[in-house]
């Protein structure tokens, strides 16, 4: 085949291709702005339903806790688990302020014994925080209660169902791509492809959404929004990252990054903090 012949087999394919993803997918507002201003479109594929994967996320939390009870990995401290879930109430009491149907969600909160410094939020609701965020960064109540923010938001966004529509987008996209130009090129540009279209723009993304929602959160269930740059300080000195990573190699903020943004986004909900305080 020509190069002529080629190019416009290549062009048909596109314009299907093309068709076929935005099709499949509608762009929506999973949360309202809040005072920190989150107005960006979401694309969502109608092929990653939300309800179905509330259900997937469901029992995949219900296996991950079974496996912590088998091998004794649900923290024993009643207190520190009690704790958790009162900042975690508060937090969850906020959220009608993005997205008033999660309030109804099946909201389940467990904190898991590891050493590693972390915490997630599934779809629906379902959340784990380690004992490592706890007890090795020693964390305030105002600073899990950032980081248990971050995290809540991430699920009120629907972050997850974003990228997992993303990534079938790419998929039906070179998969079509591959009867132009042959699997070989495809499979050799795909990751590539993936990651620069998708994953690194979207990750950077869903993290500063995720911060400024979580700062939000935060300071209307009464607790300090600075303590979020506080936490992050704590894991930069943890792990010794430097605050000189370059935003664009990497799939996160820079440290310095991320706490310049913090701090403006404190200063800017510090007035629902303080009417707390009334």
């Not at 949360?31 to 969502?44: A, D, E, F, L, W």
């Not at 079938?168 to 993936?194: K, N, R, W």
């Not at 506080?230 to 000189?244: A, L, Q």
Request: aromatic residues 4%; glycine residues 6%.
């Amino acid at each position: 085949m020509n190069l002529l012949k080629l190019l416009r087999k290549a062009c048909v394919i596109a314009a299907a291709s093309a068709t076929v993803i935005l099709t499949g997918c509608a762009a929506i507002d999973t949360t309202s702005s809040g005072v920190v201003g989150i107005q960006r479109k979401q694309y969502m594929s109608s092929f990653v339903p939300e309800q179905e994967l509330t259900l997937a996320a469901a029992q995949n939390y219900n296996e991950t806790l079974a496996q912590a009870k088998a091998q004794g990995a649900l923290s024993p401290d009643a207190a520190q688990v009690r704790r958790v879930r009162e900042i975690s109430a508060k937090l969850i009491n906020q959220v009608p302020i993005f997205r008033p149907d999660a309030l109804q969600w099946d909201w389940q909160v467990n904190v898991l014994k590891s050493d590693e410094l972390n915490a997630w939020c599934m779809p629906g609701g379902k959340m784990a925080v380690y004992t490592g965020l706890i007890d090795r960064l020693k964390a305030t109540d105002d600073e899990l209660a950032a980081v248990m923010g971050h995290e809540i938001a991430h699920a009120l966004r629907e972050h997850s169902r974003e990228q997992m529509s993303h990534k079938m987008g790419t998929s039906i996209g070179l998969a079509i791509l591959s009867a132009v130009v042959g699997s070989q090129a495809v499979g050799d540009l795909g990751g590539s492809l993936t990651d620069v279209m998708f994953h690194l723009p979207n990750s950077r993304t869903h993290e500063a959404e995720a911060d400024l929602i979580g700062v939000e959160l935060a300071a209307r269930a009464g607790y300090d929004p600075r303590a979020a740059i506080s936490f992050w300080e704590k894991m930069i000195s943890m792990s010794g990252v430097s605050g000189s990573e370059s935003d664009l190699l990497s799939t996160h903020p820079s440290p310095q990054s991320r706490i310049d943004e913090l701090r403006v986004a404190a200063e800017l909900v510090m007035p629902l903090y303080m009417d707390t305080k009334k």
